[in-house]
């Protein structure tokens, strides 16, 4: 029997009231098992399982598969992602259909890249999401998730919250998925009960304050501010958003709820694991109702080098949707559409990744990244070899599987017509480029 701090469950009896004993009697029960398709990446797989109401693409599965030993999991085509926090469908769906697209979305706290997948999945094409990480370690899980899901209209920023007061008055959404004391995820993490206390409540308040007041800073007029913690505590709930209320002046936007079992609170809606299959959370929707909006100074759009146009037609679907951006040894292709905003980003914020990395020019060579395999936009025509199931493991874990008839060059490794990374065929032997960060390291075999 899991024994939690006193103080929590004095705050626990206040926030639950009457719902006391269920609410702890739920933290003890096993937590559901979800997950979120990838709409770009479909698959035949889960079709049979239970829908999650409040999001399109997500599903509660009835068991827990070895994700690590799925080729699919690898290939981006589904996210492992709790029930509860996938319901940022419904807010971001609400307002979408107030802006006018493309619009520019930014996720302040985003990895390891939940809640940007899903964004990157409900956004028209055109409209662009910066997907920011101060922690760099955990700024490369978020590149890798994103880099999974294959989209081409995301930028990945390394910045601290207060960097984007470069940038007043420039993002028509702004999402922050707080850092916060956790409580929500009691059930799953274990380690969160031992790292709570009333500090830490205090302390995440107080640092929530501080990135809010940047995200209204970069937030423009007219436009969206999404807030999200997991946890039930007031202080960083209804509270801290009531402070935004008072000091910027905010407005509240009732989020629809139709959904049993969601409270309905003063700023925002709660889920309670005794009242809904997922972990605790809370949400509220904000609009800005007045303030500057960011100028972006008219640049002259210089013409692109003709080696650059080869390598984008080498690889790309649909070449002439794309300009190429060398930045720091990297090719880049981003969307036509986003050539300005991402000058303006990239003289403001540390870049990590933007659009697709095509690659790195080394010496007379090109080496492709795992960026363009596995993205959306990847020539339909290029090389590749379909692995079964104990090979495309193999792959994954760093290895060369047995193939024959493989053309020469870059291959893509691929398995149910998903792609997993590349492979170069010389000829009398196959190198594996799979990232060596992203293999596979368990011993076990299938
Ligand atoms: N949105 C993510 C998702 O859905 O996968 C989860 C975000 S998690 C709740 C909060 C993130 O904020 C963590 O990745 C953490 O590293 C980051 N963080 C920690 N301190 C921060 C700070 N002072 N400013 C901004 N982000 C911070």
Partial sequence: MTSYPQQFLDRAKEFTGNEFDKFIASLSEPPPVSIRMNPFKSIGEFSTEEKIPWSKEGKYLSARPSFTFDPLFHAGSYYVQDASSQFLEEPFLQLKKLLDSPCKILDLCAAPGGKSTHLLSLMNKEDLLVSNEVVPARNSILRQNIIKWGCANVIVTQNEPSDFNRLKGFFDVVLVDAPCSGEGLFRKDKDAIDEWSPEIVYKCSTRQNEILSYAYETLAPGGFLIYSTCTFEEEENDSQVNNLIQKFGLKKIDIENSYEGILTKLNGL????????????????????????????????????????VILEEFLENPNEFYPVFKEGRLFAILNEHKQWFNVLSDNLYIRHAGINLGEIKGEDFIPSESVALSNYLRKDFSYIDFNEKQAIEYLKGGTPEITGASKGWV??????HALGWLKNLGNRINNYYPKPWRIKSDKSI
């Fill in 412 to 417: 893509i490794a691929r398995f149910q017509t």
């Fill in 270 to 309: 709660a889920f309670f694991p005794h009242r809904i299959r997922g972990e605790g959370f809370y949400i509220s929707l904000l609009q800005k109702e007045s303030g500057e909006k960011y100028r972006i100074k008219n640049e002259k759009i210089t013409g692109v080098k003709n080696n650059y146009k």
